[in-house]
């Protein structure tokens, strides 16, 4: 199957570390993604992963990808109010095709 | 550097007639795409051309969608005629290179009355 399933919302408080979990059936992906999308705006690369990596951080934002369980992460550290937003956990296939999973909704309380 | 370019940003139909939307990529990407996103779900991918040739076009409905790429530039999407479903928003993203990393527009968003 093509699935990549993530949770629907995650409120945080500001200050506090957001995780941001995503899982995926496809064992063949090669690359995997995390795109951010602000209201009425366009989505935005955040970071992203190869397969062969099982964790990357730049900045705020820590990936860790566990191949083993197709399982996929993305923590946010000191998140603030400018981090809410929906982020898309992407699985991109060998064929080169990305699935989208369906979004998970970050609510930073200030 | 502009940005992937769409229009228009709104448009609201009713059911059985037609629109088209419109997309410049950004410059000198030869990959172009045209996503379709229905309000809380994740975009899915309708067609993919690669310069002017379709790479993928799998889940376009081919009896009502139709997307040009004439020059291998800008790019147009139709729908017609329209069914009451096809409300969302559509998003034209363009790339090159293979990190797989897309830019994507601000999208057109389409209601069907």
């Known amino acids: 199957g093509e699935d990549v399933e993530q949770s629907l919302f995650l409120s945080v408080r500001e200050g506090d570390s957001s995780v941001i979990n995503c899982t995926y059936t496809d064992s063949s992906s090669t690359y995997l993604y995390w795109y951010k999308q602000e209201p009425g705006a366009g989505l935005q690369l955040l970071t992203y992963?190869?397969?062969?990596?099982d964790m990357k951080q730049d900045q705020r934002l820590t990936v860790l990808l566990n191949k083993k369980d197709k399982h996929l992460s993305l923590r946010i550290a000191d998140t603030q109010t400018g981090d809410s937003a929906i982020y898309f956990c992407?699985?991109?296939?060998?064929?080169?095709?990305?699935?989208f999973g369906q979004g998970t909704t970050l609510q930073v309380k200030p | 550097e502009a940005g992937v370019a769409q229009s228009p940003r709104y448009k609201i139909i009713e059911k059985r007639q037609s629109v088209a939307f419109w997309c410049n990529p950004i410059?000198?990407?030869?990959?172009l795409y045209w996503y379709q996103q229905i309000l809380g779900q994740g975009p899915k991918l309708l067609i993919q051309?690669?310069?002017?040739?379709?790479?993928?076009d799998s889940q376009l409905p081919k009896d009502r969608f139709s997307a040009e790429r004439l020059k291998g530039v800008d790019s147009t999407l139709k729908i017609q005629p329209a069914k009451l479903e096809d409300s969302a928003v559509y998003l034209c993203?363009?790339?090159?290179?293979?990190?797989?990393?897309?830019?994507f527009g601000e999208g057109s968003r389409l209601t069907v009355l």
């Open positions: 992963i190869f397969s062969n990596m």
């Open positions: 410059s000198g990407h030869a990959t």
């Open positions: 051309f690669q310069n002017n040739g379709v790479v993928d």
């Open positions: 992407v699985s991109k296939r060998n064929t080169g095709k990305l699935i």
């Open positions: 993203a363009s790339s090159q290179g293979n990190t797989g990393e897309l830019f």
